[in-house]
């Protein structure tokens, strides 16, 4: 099958790639040369705007950074209004719950199908098809795109036939990521400071009540202090956090936890640490004071 790709950035190509070795065709789209450049050395075709990559496919995937590039693309173009009325959409960025609606609605009021399916993990887990991916939409649609994802994954999460649903879980993943993060760092700088082993500790936690990946992975960047290169940029988590601290507000929800974590990151970002990794927390506790 040709699958379409809008957005060959790190997550896209990554993508492509995965989808070639699950044995599809793959017709790309993306605003910069190098990208389409490599998409065709792969063995891809290149289209020559999005339009053309929903002709040409019946099933197209769009891994586009934010909110901006999903509207500008998208909602701002015209381009719903040109593309065949059975195309199906599914949207991997991580975007706000207002965008997801917004294209949802935009595509229903079209006769297309549109799916959220965001994912979980960084751009080397996704070389190797370790991403999680959150998917809700139409289930009839998401029934007939889950073997795609599949393919570039390694395992789908369904969440039901409210597409933004999606985007939400996401949301909220992320927020729980930056959170834990802020914890290890306060932890850790607890440890060093009054002499224990900070490996010893990661093993003991590890093993115990606090096994998760994040942890072990965020763990060992915060020792050795690999802070770049970045799996997970700290202008990506401020991002992030105010996403979720947005959908608190329109909740009606009141969360201090996002709260705080939010001014760490963007103290942290004050120090010019904005591209480097969301381990990068950890210098703020671990400074001398």
Known sequence: MEIGLVGLGSIGMAVANNLFRAGHIVCGWNRGKLPCSILRAAGGRVATNPEEVFDACEIVISALSDDSAVEEIFLGSGLL????????????????VRCASALERAHRERGHAYVSAPVLGNSTQAIAAKINIVAAGDPATLHRVTPILEAVCQKVWLFGAVAYHANVAKIATNFLLGSAVEALSEALALIQRNGLDAEEYMSLIGNTAFSAPAYRMYGDKIIHEAFIPSAFKLSLAARDLALFK????????????ADATMQRIEDAMAEGLSDHDLSALSYLSLRIR
């Open 81 to 96: 209004n040109r593309i065949p009325k059975d195309s199906v959409h599914v949207c991997m960025a991580t975007i706000s």
């Open 246 to 257: 947005s959908l608190a507000n329109s909740s009606g929800l009141e969360l201090p936890l």
